[in-house]
């Protein structure tokens, strides 16, 4: 019996109505966020100091600190207390990066304080995951090749910084389909291959063909309703679901930050291909940690998007 299709709420919605936490599972982050959120900045500086140079970690917990509220205030009244520290100033420049993507700040201040925080700390990959952030969005091609060369040259599997490479190379020619050849594909295979066997950056090949559903159903090339795209079950996709799920069952990455960012894409892709079984045990995995992408592709809300998918698996067990 095929998937149900996932409720769409049309492109005039405007955000989806159940609030996702991007801390996932990490219950020092999201402590030490509330701490922030209080102006108690002392428990970001501890738990930022204790993550080290666990760049993907520090990586995370920057970009979910950064889009508190009240983080640059913080951040900047830091800075003013220890103004040598690389932590206060990565934290303020990656506030500023998403208060430029709200358009609430200029973007050159953001870039300005990203180049401020690599001068304090230029081993450190998370400020140039901060400007590869804005100019994902904002920044030209080879803006955003030359930044994510600098994160890769400090931490060559940047989790973060590969899917936002990803999302972006995934929008190339819209207009050629499902081209198998198409370089997003590539690009991921190159990745997937350069890592080390237990890095889930295997995942990205399932990345990269949930991104380029995503371009080609908001093109109208691909039919809006996921779990009833031709996109899912050719050859290669088969292909490219069975790698990454293969190597999920054989070096699934518990102490992985971002882990259950692959676990969403795994299983939707599983749902997306009929493949029940296979996706429960990943709902299984997933528990309560949705996460918006890729579940609001092409224009969905997310949530009712998941809960049906997920319904659906553990049904079909």
């Known amino acids: 019996m095929p998937p149900p299709p996932p409720p769409s709420f049309g492109r005039g919605r405007k955000r989806a109505a159940h609030a996702f ?44 600190l950064a889009q508190e509220p009240t983080a640059l205030g ?25 208060r430029a993507l709200d358009g609430r700040e200029r973007p050159d201040a953001a870039r300005e304080a990203c180049l401020a925080a690599v001068a304090l700390a230029p081993e450190d990959p998370t400020p ?66 350069q890592a080390p066997a237990d890095s889930p950056l295997a995942i990205l090949p399932v990345v990269a063909h949930a991104e380029r559903y995503r371009v080609l159903a908001a093109a109208g090339i691909e039919s809006a309703d996921p779990a009833a795209s031709g996109h899912w079950v050719g050859r290669r996709a088969r292909q490219v679901m069975k790698a990454a799920f293969d190597w999920w069952l054989e ?12 676990l969403n894409f795994l299983a939707h892709a599983k749902y997306c291909e009929g493949r029940g079984a296979e996706a429960a045990a990943l709902f299984h995995r997933i528990g309560p940690y949705a ?18 998918a997920c319904a659906w698996a553990l049904g079909a067990v």
């Open 74 to 98: 913080w951040a900047r009244e830091w800075q003013l207390a220890e103004p040598d520290s690389s932590c206060a100033s990565a934290l303020a420049a990656h506030a500023l990066v998403y």
């Open 128 to 193: 140039w995951l901060g400007r590869l952030i804005l100019e994902r969005s904002l920044g030209t091609e080879d803006e955003v090749v030359r930044l994510f060369d600098e994160v890769r040259a400090r931490y060559p599997d940047h989790h973060h910084a590969h899917h936002l490479m990803i999302a972006r190379l995934a929008e190339r020619r819209a207009d050629a389909g499902q081209d198998p050849l198409h370089e997003v594909y590539d690009f991921a295979n190159w990745a997937a291959e």
């Open 251 to 262: 070096w699934e990455r518990e102490d992985h930050p971002r882990r259950h960012v692959d």
């Open 291 to 308: 996460t918006p992408a890729p579940w609001s592709y092409p224009d969905r809300d997310p949530y009712p998007a998941f809960r049906t």
């Open 21 to 64: 936490d991007a801390a996932l599972d990490d219950t020092e982050l999201v402590t030490a966020r509330a701490s922030l959120a209080r102006g108690r900045w002392a428990a970001v500086r501890s738990l930022l100091a204790v993550t080290g140079d666990d760049w993907d970690r520090r990586g995370h917990r920057v970009t979910v």
